[in-house]
């Protein structure tokens, strides 16, 4: 029987024992002794976000079916179990065996958002492990990083052995495999590194030198290693109906913040939006065979015991076997109460007979992201949708039942003006406009609600939008200002709400999103003063940040306040993330003159991507 690291009276004393306790449904127990390596699997923030995470159940399900490895899960402890640990000396520990990290031979960490960088200090500095590289030994875990992050590592890189860049099916068996042999080999724990650098898409950043010139920007990155390569490229697994995906994935005790089943239909996006790093990251588009996943569908449901299941992907309604999926889960589980929720459908493709088919969804409200609120600015992000569209697919959704819509935007977009800041007050007011004119007072289910919400443009790395420049916190402030004030003039403005976002978190995360190995300073020091859950705005301390970047003579808005020129070295330009940089730079010059590029379905636009050999690339070629 195990034994639990926290005692009763610890576990009594801190909001969520559940959350560090383990043995859920579906979690694997194995014999410690009869393993050859033991892999802990990090989520840096609370075990109910990290238990909605398909990354660390995929890689879970994965290493755990090799019969020489087990793989376990560890989150990061929340602030009152965070303090009780320090008190009493108790090291940061897995949830399956409750053996402490530093134990293990791995420590993966998931790098999903920038702003959880600080609770990678903080679980390994609870699990005893130094904060840099250079200063472990065999003692110690191999730290690896993976995940969209990870195409910018440098940030954070002096606190990683190695970073993973790609997708986990490829190359972590080979990753293992030379483990293995080195340990048996006897050889030093460098020498292992070097080996691992020669995998594809397997970057260590010790074997890197980075120089920079007098006004700081980068000179050069090179190899300081001859076996090290220059370049470092994003692997990618081409055939998703043979990817590796658990059909008994751990049911958590507590409610997360996605609790239900998660059937992941495709990978990639054929639309090509210039702000999103996803859509252009995970191309091409892999869909996976709609037979296969109806009977992983079956499996999930039956080994869970959920209720609901989802259709993940980033366009779910570009899948083109979602009508047959959805009309199999609806007469083989609907009749047995199974919700079924379709995120990432795009309203223009948003139909009275998608609508009329999911059960119960008109519990909830409709949500659409037109990410601006003008015609304008969605021809520069080539977002690929008119204010036809959105205002058709709305009247589509009124007349099917709804009467409540989420609308997404942005605030601080590139060449965005007011007149486009004030568009999305105007566009929320012509929706809740149409509600009134298309359904006749009698047949109303009560008044509409149209609830809009902007984030802040960030500029990420492998998107068009990579050389921007960012607002600043009161610029962003001022915007939201400009449409807070614009909702409270509209005619409909009591069936209008409006949210907005922390606008120095925003500023942070482009910082950490575009940042260099000079930035991995800042962190350690603003970690040191306290600072852990960024992402989580009442733990969020400014003060932190400005003193941090302060004392260590790193400037922050050389990071976002800056457009760079095309020319310039960028941090991340050592990897070949897949889509070529003269795409980049062709989109980034279409932006400009809001030029809209058609959706690889239309057109190829030679994004680079036909080079893998499959996908959407290749679909109308056979």
């Known amino acids: 029987m195990r034994k639990l690291a926290l005692t009763d009276d610890i576990l009594l004393s801190i909001s969520e024992p559940a959350r560090y306790i383990g043995g859920e449904v579906n979690s694997v127990l194995k014999e410690k ?14 075990y109910e976000i990290g238990m909605s995470h398909l990354g660390i159940k995929i890689l879970y399900d994965m290493l755990n079916r090799r019969e020489d490895v087990w793989c376990e899960r560890v989150y990061s402890p929340w602030t009152d179990l965070d303090g009780i640990m320090r008190q009493r000396q ?45 200063d472990r030994t065999w003692d110690d ?14 940030p954070i890189a002096p606190f990683f ?3 993973y860049i790609g997708e986990g099916e490829v190359c972590y068996d080979r990753l293992l495999d030379t483990y293995k042999l080195c340990r048996a080999q006897n050889k030093t724990r460098r020498e292992f590194l070097l080996a691992a650098a020669q995998i594809p898409g397997i970057y260590v950043p010790m074997f890197y030198d980075v120089t920079y010139r007098e006004d700081g920007t980068i000179q050069s990155m090179k190899p300081n290693e001859p076996d090290v390569p220059e370049t470092v490229k994003r692997v990618l697994w081409m055939d998703m109906t043979e990817a590796v995906y658990p059909d008994k994935p751990v049911v958590p005790f507590i409610k997360a913040t996605q609790d239900k089943v998660t059937l992941e239909v495709m990978r990639g996006c054929i639309r090509g939006c210039r702000f999103c790093q996803a859509g252009m990251i995970y191309r091409p588009v892999r869909e996976k065979d709609p037979k296969h996943l109806e009977k992983l569908a079956d499996a999930l449901l039956h080994n869970t015991g959920y209720e609901e299941i989802t259709l993940s992907s980033l366009s779910t309604s570009d899948y083109r076997g979602v009508d047959e999926l959805l009309n199999y889960l609806i007469e083989k589980h609907g009749k047995n109460g199974v919700n079924i929720s379709l995120p990432s459908l795009r309203i223009d493709q948003f139909s009275l007979d998608v609508m009329s088919k999911v059960q119960d969804i008109k519990k909830s409200s409709l949500t659409f992201a037109p ?22 697919g709305a009247e589509l959704a009124f007349k099917g039942g709804w009467n409540k819509v989420k609308l997404y935007f942005m605030l601080g977009l590139p060449g965005e003006n007011e007149d486009d ?50 607002d600043s916190a009161d610029e962003f402030l001022h915007k939201a200002a400009i449409v807070n004030h614009a909702m409270k003039e509209m005619l409909n403005r009591k069936s209008l709400r409006y949210h907005w976002h922390e606008s120095d978190v925003s500023v942070l ?17 603003a970690y040191r003063k306290g ?39 960028l941090p991340w330009d050592f990897i070949d993330a897949g889509v070529t940089r003269s795409f980049l730079e062709r989109e980034w010059a279409n932006a400009k003159k809001g030029i809209v590029t058609p959706n690889c379905r239309e057109r190829c636009s030679g994004c680079g991507m036909k080079k893998m050999g499959g996908g959407v690339c290749f679909e109308d070629q056979n």
């Open 33 to 46: 002794d009869k393993v050859d390596i033991r892999f802990a699997m990090c989520f840096p923030d609370v």
């Open 90 to 134: 108790i090291p940061l520990f897995a949830l399956e065996s409750q053996d402490p990290i530093r134990d293990f031979d791995f420590l993966g960490i998931t790098l999903q958002y920038e702003m959880c960088y600080t609770n990678i200090l903080q679980i390994l500095d609870l699990s005893g492990i130094p904060f840099h590289a250079e």
């Open 141 to 154: 875990p191999i730290v690896i990083g993976g995940g969209p992050c990870a195409l910018n590592p440098e």
């Open 161 to 163: 052995d190695m970073f």
């Open 371 to 392: 990410e601006a609120g003008s015609q304008r600015m969605r021809d520069v992000i080539n977002k690929g949708l008119t204010e036809e569209t959105i205002l058709g």
């Open 421 to 470: 800041v004030r568009g999305i007050a105007e566009l929320s007011e012509k929706i809740a406009e149409l509600y009134y004119d298309t359904v006749p007072k009698e047949e109303r289910s009560g008044k509409c609600s149209v609830t809009a919400s902007t984030s802040f443009f960030v500029p990420k790395p492998f998107t068009p939008f990579q050389w921007a420049k960012m």
């Open 509 to 525: 995360e482009g910082i950490f999103a575009r940042g260099d190995r000079r930035v991995a300073d800042v962190i350690e020091k």
């Open 531 to 569: 600072s852990i859950y960024d992402a989580w705005n009442e733990r969020f301390v400014l003060e932190n940040w400005t003193s941090s970047f302060e004392e260590c003579g790193v400037d922050p808005d050389f990071y976002v306040r800056r457009e760079r020129p095309v020319d310039e070295i």
